[in-house]
């Protein structure tokens, strides 16, 4: 009964910025962790961005000084801010969500959106 949309995706310059969305909705207690990973066409997918239940974040290399994850909670939403994107960029973002069930808060699941496409051109 969880969904997670995702979106924000789109087509920008080099050097322009974008703001990726991931709602959650459905039935559980809460957001524990999320990240934002990415996949971009005869490449793995790989995490870029991360947010643990104590906003502790972490980044890829690849991003770092440039991506920003964040989370509202009261709006059930991850949030990753895109800054000086880059061609290399492109790629179908996903946001993974690890939800606490309402019936036992010890135990959680991860969940998938099914993507949001950016590409930056050069």
Do not use: H
Not at 15 to 34: D, E, K, N, P, Q
Not at 40 to 47: I, N, S, T
């Amino acid at each position: 009964q969880v969904q997670l949309v995702e979106s924000g995706g789109g087509l920008v310059q080099a050097g322009g910025s974008l703001r990726l969305s991931c709602v959650a909705s459905g039935t559980f207690f809460s957001i524990r962790a999320a990240g934002w990973y990415r996949q971009a066409p005869g490449k793995q997918r790989e995490l870029v961005a991360a947010i643990s239940s104590g906003d502790t974040t972490n980044y890829a290399d690849s991003v770092k000084g440039r991506f920003t994850i964040s989370r509202d909670n009261a709006k059930n939403t991850v949030y990753l801010q895109m800054n000086s994107l880059k061609p290399e960029d492109t790629a179908l973002y996903n946001c993974n969500e690890n939800l606490a069930a309402t019936t036992d808060l010890f135990t959680s699941r991860n969940y998938w959106g099914q993507g949001t496409q950016v590409t930056v051109s050069s």
